[in-house]
């Protein structure tokens, strides 16, 4: 009802805004008669007359709401112009199939982070090979996960050799140098070479934190040590990677911690891990990892392993889902899968991997309603962080057919609603082509790094494919699937994709988009060696003359440009794929926008409202590059760290509006000050327990301390602790993060007298012998247990011995005390006297 009564208020002020335009089938709109029958054609109808009004469309009319969540905050408009292309004229066969465009819907805005790609440490330092970072950077993965797979659950980020790895593993745990995060050997690649090539190649981070450590550590709380060893490494991170996962398949026999040897564990768990257990460890991990997050002064997401199918021959992976999500699906960000798509180890045929493009969907379904039925939850933001196919035998994975298997699960990943995708994985070893890796890495006669055939097929399909999913229908043949897109700028880009073992003729037909006079389209078939799986890709005829891969000039690489003559066609050979862009009619009005310099902020000020305006009167959208600076909601920008973003401010047009060139703005954010409260300390003797100097800082972040006689006091878990009498100051520092600059420094003294009064002797809870002593002092309690630490000062009050308690007996050289005299032995509220001779 609400629908239609909107469609009716507005309806009368029609004939004069339409003065000029086109009343049938225009961009953004259907006629008014064929909206009463159905939901969603009022809904897009009111969105095509408030759109023609002036008036802002809200929007939940433009994309199914809320699955890809904070994935699509870093969302950009896409412009593309092309300014060379090689004519070719339009065929003139009968098309048999055709496709059509509806442009007046948007299904979803494209996340950035599904062309995402993994790096391992075994494929080496990319980040130093120009090759390698070349094709990355062209590629434009946008996000690179790390440290890779199954490795992930078995890396210890911090350590550089055996040596230094955490001290509470099991002696039998088998170490080898690619689980060392700071092993800079040449062969490998380091946490700091991860870092410099998402630095050299514009990319952000994605890393993948040991869960594994929390299972198989020997400490007496093995998953709040693994859980603070991962929130380490967001410290060090510094807020250079946005998207955090814990662990990786956990679910799976095959990675480490899945079985453990209880007699090993101290804090009571299972032999065999489940879904239960994975989602209260994940508390703890989410706990420690977002305290961390909030010291550097960043936003960090943090993601949760899920099953993509049920299984029913295996009870852990059958449950997994259910139980992992009642813990921990209420504070999770988002949730994992994989998809290795065909059937495991098998050497499957064309038709079984081209039709395996569509498992995404299924995969959405098993965990959106698992979330549902489970948790109670609705849809949560995904990310398919691991994919490819698992088929061997015949040289599949390094082909062509994987890579039109690779276009295929881009395009459905999109148009299920996934926030993030990442291929499985650049650089991955020979194995006589039945790898995954989309580099080479050993095959006779080619460098490493040069590009495999799939890698063509992931850069054509960004480059032409827009920053908005439009849908399409297929008439005519199964063989045919599309996937279709917009550009802000007004372009449409098409994917055309032919499974079949012939050529077939396409038409072209669009709703909502009047075309321009002329297209462009690369067309990428394979060669003639391997049987069905050849090596090489050919894009518009060109190819390499090595055994493997594509033409090496494929980023300069010109489209055939066709001028149109009526409807599109195109003829698309067997086995390919088309990435096809489209020019909109430039028979329309120009128009421009008008927004002004925006205003230098400061972390913590009030969200800004953003205004400009367009010289059409129609409503200007607004996008931001870098959420990790600033966010943006309902028109308003909420600051959300200190450094620089571009503000774009965009207006697509309509069916009377070009659309209008982009205006961006540079937004300056600066670190908040902060200052620190520091009381005064009044005098103290010896003696005196550890306590809190009480300091606090107004930014809410921790504070460090340090003492200038160490004498006198020192530091010892963020407390002071008498040494023995004099002065000292004892200085407050907080040294900033991301958002906030750094405190002046306030420093207090504190005045430490010797303690002279020593409480009467009476019966204590311990023994001290021989007493006088000479070699050795021996301090025994009855019990382990009541040993709760004990201090030794000497004469003058000073502290010369600290013991943390915990063991019945003690034994001390004399010669730790200092040398002969006389000393106080406190434990607790107990005491007694020694005398040590010479």
Not at 681 to 698: E, I, K, R, V, W
Request: proline content about 6%.
């Amino acid at each position: 009802m609400f629908q239609e009564d909107l469609i009716d208020r507005y309806t009368e002020k029609l004939p004069g805004r339409l003065a000029g335009r086109s009343t049938g089938n225009a961009a953004g709109f259907i006629p008014a008669k064929a909206t009463r029958g159905g939901w969603m054609h009022s809904v897009w109808t009111l969105a095509g007359l408030m759109a023609l009004l002036g008036i802002a469309v809200p929007e939940v009319f433009c994309q199914t709401p809320g699955v890809q969540g904070f994935f699509l905050e870093g969302w950009q408009p896409k412009t593309i112009e092309v300014t060379a292309f090689d004519t070719v004229p339009q065929t003139t066969l009968n098309p048999g199939v055709t496709v059509t465009v509806n442009a007046g819907t948007v299904l979803t805005r494209v996340p950035p982070q599904v062309y995402g790609h993994n790096a391992a440490a075994w494929g080496g330092k990319l980040d130093l090979s120009p090759l390698a970072v070349t094709n990355i950077t062209h590629l434009n993965p946008h996000v690179i996960r790390w440290p890779g797979g199954s490795m992930s659950n078995d890396y210890f980020w911090a350590a550089k050799s055996k040596e230094t790895r955490p001290k509470d593993l099991p002696s039998t745990y088998e170490f080898k140098d690619l689980q060392y995060g700071l092993n800079n050997g040449g062969w490998t690649m380091s946490v700091d070479n991860y870092y410099s090539l998402l630095a050299k190649t514009g990319a952000t981070g994605n890393i993948s934190v040991n869960y594994s450590y929390a299972r198989i550590g020997t400490s007496e709380d093995p998953v709040r040590v693994a859980a603070r060893y991962a929130a380490d490494w967001v410290r060090y991170d510094k807020g250079r990677t946005l998207i955090w996962e814990i662990g990786n398949e956990n679910f799976g026999s095959w990675e480490v911690g899945y079985q453990i040897d209880t007699n090993l564990n101290k804090d009571g768990q299972p032999k065999t891990i489940n879904g239960d257990l994975y989602g209260r460890h994940c508390k703890i991990f989410i706990e420690e990892m977002r305290k961390a997050a909030e010291e550097v002064g960043v936003d960090i997401k943090i993601g949760v392993v899920a099953m993509d199918s049920h299984v029913t021959w295996d009870a852990i992976q059958q449950n997994w889902n259910s139980q992992m999500m009642k813990q921990v699906g209420h504070l999770a960000d988002f949730f994992i899968v994989h998809s290795y798509h065909t059937p495991y180890n098998e050497n499957s045929s064309v038709s079984t991997i081209l039709g395996s493009g569509a498992k995404s969907k299924d995969i959405a379904k098993y965990v959106t309603d698992g979330l549902k039925n489970h948790a109670g939850l609705g849809p949560m933001p995904m990310a398919m962080t691991e994919w490819n196919i698992f088929a061997t035998g015949s040289g599949q994975g390094v082909s062509y057919i994987n890579g039109m298997h690779a276009t295929l699960v881009l395009g459905e990943l999109i148009k299920n609603n996934y926030g993030q995708g990442n291929r499985w994985d650049f650089v991955n070893g020979w194995d006589n082509g039945n790898n995954h890796g989309l580099f080479a890495d050993g095959e006779p006669g080619i460098a490493r790094y040069t590009p495999r055939a799939p890698f063509y097929y992931m850069y054509y399909f960004q480059k032409y494919f827009g920053d908005k999913m439009i849908p399409t229908t297929v008439s005519g043949s199964s063989d045919i699937l599309s996937y279709a897109s917009s550009f802000s700028s007004g372009e449409k880009g098409i994917v055309l994709v032919n499974r079949g073992i012939s050529e077939r003729v396409v038409e072209l037909r669009f709703n909502h988009f009047k075309p321009g006079s002329r297209y462009y389209y690369y067309v990428l078939t394979g060669g003639t060696d391997n049987g069905n799986f050849s090596r090489k890709v050919f894009v518009n005829g060109k190819t390499t003359t090595l055994a493997g891969g594509g033409p090496e000039d494929y980023a300069t690489l010109r489209p055939y440009g066709t001028e149109r003559n009526g409807e599109i066609r195109l003829a698309l050979p067997k086995y390919s794929a088309v990435y096809l862009l489209v020019e909109g009619s430039r028979d329309l009005q120009s128009q421009e926008i008008h927004f002004g310099v925006l205003p230098a902020m400061t972390y913590g000020d009030t969200a800004l409202t953003l205004s400009a305006t367009a010289t059409s009167g129609l409503p200007v959208q607004f996008a931001v590059s870098d959420p990790r600076v600033a966010r943006l909601a309902d028109g308003k920008i909420t600051l959300m760290g200190a450094g620089n973003c571009d503000i774009v401010a965009f207006q697509e047009g309509d069916s009377v509006y070009l659309p209008a060139p982009q205006v961006v703005q540079r937004l300056t954010v600066a670190k908040a000050p902060q200052a620190i409260t520091f009381p005064e300390m009044g005098p103290m003797l010896t003696g005196t327990p550890d306590f809190d100097p009480a300091a606090t800082a107004s930014s809410g972040l921790p504070i460090t301390y340090t003492s200038s006689n160490t004498a006198v006091a020192t530091i010892a878990e963020g407390k002071v602790r008498i040494t023995g009498p004099g002065t000292t100051l004892i200085s407050a520092r907080q040294n900033g993060n991301n958002r906030y600059g750094a405190a002046p420094t306030v420093a207090r003294e504190l005045v430490v007298s010797l303690n002279t009064a020593i409480p009467a002797f009476r019966e204590t809870s311990f023994e001290l012998f021989p007493n006088p002593a000479s070699e050795q002092v021996t301090i025994r309690f009855p019990h382990d247990k009541e040993n709760p630490g004990f201090a030794i000062y000497n004469a003058l009050g000073s502290l010369v011995y600290r013991h943390p308690g915990g063991e019945s007996t003690v034994i001390l050289p004399a010669g730790t005390l200092g040398g002969p005299g006389v000393y106080t032995v406190k434990a607790g509220t107990s005491v007694r006297r020694v005398t040590v001779l010479y």
